[in-house]
């Protein structure tokens, strides 16, 4: 099955602890996306790349950092920076062909600050 | 903030169509019409998009006006899975940090046996 794939689906660290959450895609798309949601609110961007070995900041990326070593794969770090790390993050990949952009999202990962 | 306006919640009888409206007046020449869908405690699912013509595919047509300031999404016979909150996005281009989604408050459709 062709997908997008996070992991673990529910998360629980304790505070001050940095925490990664996995994401993997099968798609052959070149863009990926990291997106935080908070309860009864929309997606807030965090970060995104296009290409393997480059990033860019979306609209709420402190506190968070993210790599992209291969085209599959776009781990995000949550670290102790973040101030309110308790939310439902949520990957997502497209293709950059024209016309085909529309965003894949994987099932989420709920991390839990204790 | 999103560019897009929509009622909070609709209901719809199962087996009917569901005609979700969205009014994005502010939209630009090359901002495309996304609408996704997202059940409680899952990632959003696509649903469709356009941008100047009408469009339909196997799970929902989108109706957009001439002037491109409102959209209609139409799920034709709408089951008990369609229960869902539904989003109207507008979209930036890839550009612009990467063609970014931004999800306003959305319709929580439900539907009702």
């Known amino acids: 099955d062709g997908g997008i794939t996070q992991s673990p689906k529910y998360l629980f660290r304790k505070e001050g602890q940095n925490v990664t959450l996995s994401c993997e895609q099968n798609l052959n798309h070149d863009a990926m996306y990291w997106y935080r949601q908070d309860p009864g609110q929309g997606l807030r961007l965090i970060y995104y790349s296009q290409i393997v070995n480059d990033f860019q900041k979306g609209d709420i990326a402190e506190g968070y950092s993210v790599s992209r070593e291969k085209k599959e794969s776009f781990p995000l770090t949550v670290t102790s920076a973040q101030k309110n790390p308790t939310a439902f993050y949520l990957c997502?990949?497209?293709?950059?062909?024209?016309?085909?952009?529309?965003?894949?999202f994987g099932p989420g990962t709920r991390l839990t600050v204790l | 903030d999103a560019k897009t306006t929509q009622p909070p919640s609709m209901d719809c009888a199962e087996g009917r169509a569901a005609n979700l409206p969205c009014n994005h007046s502010?939209?630009?020449?090359?901002?495309?019409v996304y609408w996704y869908r997202q059940i409680h405690s899952q990632g959003p699912q696509y649903i469709i998009h356009g941008l100047k013509n009408n469009e339909t595919n196997e799970m929902a047509s989108l109706i957009i006006t001439e002037d491109r300031k409102s959209s209609t999404l139409i799920l034709p016979h709408a089951t008990l899975r369609d229960t869902a909150v539904y989003y109207c996005?507008?979209?930036?281009?890839?550009?612009?940090?990467?063609?970014?989604?931004?999800f306003g408050q959305g319709t929580e459709l439900s539907v009702k046996p």
């Open positions: 996005i507008v979209r930036p281009a890839l550009y612009n940090q990467g063609g970014k989604l931004i």
């Open positions: 997502a990949s497209s293709s950059l062909a024209p016309g085909q952009n529309e965003q894949f």
């Open positions: 502010t939209i630009s020449g090359n901002e495309y």
